[in-house]
């Protein structure tokens, strides 16, 4: 089982909406990742928090709004999304710089 | 610009043979390497990691091996389960990096019973 605690698996929303996805980690780790999913793509970056400060934003959408309350929580609020912003959002943490990362489920978002 | 990529997206594989998985990379200051496996529905899974000092690393079942004269890497499961059907991605980081870790385009390993 992860380690990594995301909420919530699915969500539905439509474009007007405002969602939140939620990740939660208690390893310790001070780094924390958001990756997006197409299917049958691999994993892409798009934000890094380290030591609960922004480090890497990967030109990401400001529609895509990251927070990061505490060392163990990680947010991802979502605003005027596109239909093509629907796919799988993979929260992450490590313990070093380049270190191993553990990813949790995923949260699977579809825009209508 | 750098990239990690794989040359075969599915791979068939009768139970109990052993597969192979290839990953090349094109970035000559990586120096750490990952492999991960991803099963339907869920989220990438640790599976062996090797930095660049290292040539061969083993693990249960699995040894990751790197040519980092033809930046090349492969992942070998002996004996494959069923339960190894999934896809598998390579990924790649450096120091100058940090904390980016550039995944490959992922190859789907079928296991036939």
């Known amino acids: 089982d992860t380690e990594v605690t995301q909420t919530p698996k699915h969500l539905v929303m439509g474009m007007t909406n405002k969602k939140s996805l939620k990740c939660e980690q208690h390893m310790g780790h001070r780094a924390m990742y958001w990756y997006k999913q197409k299917a049958k793509k691999p994993p892409e970056l798009m934000f890094v928090?380290?030591?609960?400060?922004?480090?890497i934003n990967e030109s990401v959408p400001s529609r895509f709004s990251p927070e990061c309350p505490n060392s163990s929580l990680l947010n991802l609020h979502l605003h005027a999304l596109q239909p093509e912003d629907s796919a799988l959002y993979l929260c992450a943490s490590s313990q070093e710089r380049t270190g191993e990362l553990f990813f949790g489920e995923g949260s699977r978002l579809t825009v209508l | 610009g750098e990239s990690v990529g794989l040359h075969l997206p599915t791979l068939s594989v009768q139970e109990g043979d052993n597969s192979i998985i290839n990953c090349a990379y094109s970035n000559s200051a990586s120096d750490y390497f990952i492999w991960y496996k991803q099963e339907s529905g869920k989220g990438p899974q640790f599976i062996i990691d090797?930095?660049?000092?290292?040539d061969k690393r083993q693990g249960q079942r699995v040894t990751v091996l790197l040519n980092k004269t033809v930046k090349h890497l492969s992942l070998q499961i002996a004996a494959t389960q069923p339960g190894d059907s999934a896809v598998y991605f390579c990924?790649?980081?450096?120091?100058?990096?940090?904390?980016?870790?550039?995944f490959g385009g992922g190859t789907r390993v079928l296991v036939k019973p």
């Open positions: 090797i930095r660049s000092n290292m």
């Open positions: 928090y380290s030591y609960e400060k922004l480090s």
């Open positions: 990924a790649e980081t450096s120091k100058a990096a940090g904390n980016k870790l550039t």
